[in-house]
């Protein structure tokens, strides 16, 4: 199976790390604009490939989608990256040029191809995709639930003073710090109601502490993050080539499944061969449901900005 990861910046080489390390594909190939920059990354990883007991060949190529051909899934990381201070939306006109010529480029050279997309603002740029390619709906899918229910569950166990593997919860809803909707209602501990160990007001701040995970980061280190945003598209594209089947909250486009439609925003998904096979419709109490809708509110004003 071979995988494209176009973008060898932070999160882009990240991803093929991960994706390398866990040996499931044949071929990775990264790809830049940057003269030699892809090509530098590619050696620099194969050349742990000793040390780290995988034996995925990694090649690097400056902007040469001929290297891409017959890719089963390709990843999408390119664009500018936040900087403290940033809203991902305000990424919109830079990334969205980006972000379409990129997917002409990849489906060109692999017409079957899955396309994962993870450049900012994400469920917009998701949505770009399925306006410009007409490629199958099942066939593009946006990263960012995945992170930030990663994230979420590194709040939990945080609050919970207990291991991440201890902790399953999920985040719905848009990639944006006013817009993901973490369900603390669902979350569990090995099977227990995270609520019979938390306070109320303690999931509360697990919650808003979730919704500026990307934002800390970017505070902190002086741009965006990448190593969770790399593991977690590669557990996605893991998935995906393998046919595990697991469930992710992925932004998808939607056709009336929870109440909305024409927009990409993050529900749970099961990702296969066939990329999304199917959209898991979970029952929401009111609160959820009105947190969704105005998190679609503010993807959908996000979305009618690329037409201005």
Sequence with gaps: MKVTVVGAGAVGASCAEYIAIKNFASEVVLVDIKEGYAEGKAMDLMQTASLNGFDTKIVGSTNDYAKTANSDVAVITSGIPRKPGMTREELIGINAGIVKTVSSS??????????????????????????????????IIGMGGALDSARFKYRLAEALECPSSDVSGMVIGGHSDKGMVPLTRLAVRNGVPVGKFLSEERLTQVAEDTKVGGATLTKLLGTSAWYAPGAAVSALVQSIVCDQKKMFPCSTLLSGEYGLKDLCIGVPVILGKKGIEKIVEIDLDEAEKNKLTESAEGVSKTNGLLEG
């Design 106 to 139: 990849l489906i060109a050279h692999s017409p079957n191809v899955i396309i994962i997309v993870v450049s900012n603002p994400m469920d917009t740029m998701t949505y770009l995709v399925h306006k410009t390619t007409g490629l199958p709906k099942e066939r």
